[in-house]
């Protein structure tokens, strides 16, 4: 039997890491990825909240998060290869202007 | 004394932690992916200590699968290399870690102590393919419809976006140019 703070704790920090991720890289792939590790860990809280309240609407969210989650990378890599194609670089500190 | 469940959860959180921060450590975006890949498998995990038969299956086939695959192939296609710092970089690093730690900190010391830390069972609750699937038809039937429209209108702009440019007004350039 695990506590259900256990898992909080656990998602938080996973949370607390992929917001480091996003400020701390510099490539913009790696910067993406961050973002899919902070959907894990609000996943994890939801799991966890619904078995810890036995509704099980919180597994349902975590589905649409899934669904969400998939169609952001489909169009953010999607963006990432136009702004490859456009600047030849995935530097985001080299993509700070809005007209070429 | 320490339960099954317990070191099982414990042995599944200390991969997560040690796959994320290792995708902080790595500088090549190849490596940062795996080790994404390494997180997602132990949340997995971790979703069948909660019960949680269907979302587990998910979070592997979707996400370690199909979301990860994408971001490999992204990878491999533009070539990237290892970043390399910049100023920007440099100071982010300088307030970030240690606005991480505090913020992780902060976060456990207020969970632990202000929940009533009642433990959860393993399988306290079904679920199964057939019950999320129950639910998922009748009660968000239209959240489930919206979804499907918001899949299609991704499929197509990503299609937009990831296709070659063309000039407005001039016919599209042949491929083998």
């Known amino acids: ?100 | 004394m320490i339960s099954v469940h317990l070191l099982l959860f414990l042995a599944f959180g200390g991969v997560a932690v040690a796959g994320a921060v290792n995708l902080l450590v790595q500088r090549h975006p190849i490596n940062s992916a795996l080790s994404l890949i390494a997180v997602m498998a132990a949340l997995a995990g971790e979703y069948l200590l909660l019960g949680a038969e269907f979302v587990a299956a998910l979070q592997v086939i979707v996400y370690a699968g199909a979301i990860m695959v994408l971001f490999v192939f992204v990878i491999m296609l533009l070539n990237a290399g290892e970043e390399e710092r910049t100023s920007g970089s440099r100071v982010a690093i300088l307030f970030g870690v240690p606005g991480m730690l505090l913020g992780s900190l902060l976060v456990a010391w207020v969970v632990l102590r202000h929940s009533g830390t009642e433990a959860v069972a393993v399988g306290a609750l079904p679920g199964s393919p057939k019950t999320i699937g129950q639910m998922l038809f009748h009660e968000f039937l239209l959240p489930f419809e919206v979804t499907s429209i918001l899949i299609l209108i991704a499929i197509m702009g990503a299609v937009v976006l990831a296709s070659k440019p063309t000039v407005a007004g001039s016919p599209p350039k042949k491929v083998n140019d």
Not at chain 1, 20 to 32: E, M, P, Q, S, V
Not at chain 1, 49 to 64: D, E, M
Not at chain 1, 89 to 94: A, G, K, R, S, Y
């Open chain 1, 1 to 100: 039997m695990v506590p259900l703070s256990y898992y909080l704790v656990l998602s938080g920090i996973l949370f607390a890491c992929g917001v480091a991720g996003f400020l701390i890289k510099r490539n913009i792939i790696t910067i993406f990825m961050s973002i899919e590790l902070m959907l894990n860990g609000v996943n994890l809280s939801f799991v966890a909240f619904a078995a810890h309240w036995k509704v099980l609407a919180g597994q349902i969210f975590v589905f649409f998060i899934l669904v969400v989650a998939a169609a952001e990378a489909a169009v953010g890599l999607a963006i990432i290869i136009a702004i490859y194609r456009t600047r030849e670089t995935l530097n985001v500190d080299q993509v700070n202007l809005l007209k070429l």
